[in-house]
């Protein structure tokens, strides 16, 4: 697949998680590419396996479509209109979408 025609991407950012004393970022930073919903969220959980990342670790992930970010993902791979922890945030669709 040819990133740049992928309908749906992900750009991933990780942390080290402090509470279990890790000073290394677990993976690099990713930009995960599909053409369908359904495909990202499971390249995004494969991610997650792969890496073996926690809560702590999933710092911020940007979603986009088309090439245009549209909203974020939290580590249990919902989608919301902007960051998930400010006031007001909006589920944007289920991960059943």
Same mark, same amino acid.
């Given at each position: 697949?040819?990133? =740049?025609?992928? *309908?749906?991407?992900? &750009?991933?950012?990780?942390? %080290?998680? #402090?509470? /279990?004393? *890790?000073? $290394? =970022? %677990?993976? %690099?930073?990713?930009?995960?590419?599909?053409?369908? /919903? #359904? &495909?990202?969220?499971? =390249?995004?959980?494969?991610?997650?396996?792969?890496?073996?990342?926690?809560?702590?670790?999933? /710092? =911020?992930? @940007?979603?986009?479509?088309?090439?245009?970010?549209?909203?974020?993902?939290?580590?249990?791979?919902?989608?919301?209109?902007?960051?998930?922890?400010?006031?007001?945030?909006?589920? @944007? /669709? #289920?991960? *059943? $979408?």
């Amino acid at each position: 697949m040819n990133p =740049k025609k992928a *309908e749906w991407s992900l &750009s991933v950012t990780t942390m %080290p998680n #402090p509470d /279990f004393g *890790e000073t $290394a =970022k %677990p993976a %690099p930073d990713t930009t995960l590419h599909a053409d369908t /919903f #359904p &495909s990202l969220l499971t =390249k995004a959980q494969e991610f997650i396996d792969y890496h073996n990342l926690g809560g702590g670790n999933w /710092f =911020k992930a @940007i979603l986009a479509r088309r090439g245009t970010p549209m909203g974020w993902m939290s580590y249990n791979l919902r989608t919301w209109d902007r960051n998930p922890w400010e006031k007001g945030h909006v589920e @944007i /669709f #289920p991960v *059943e $979408a």
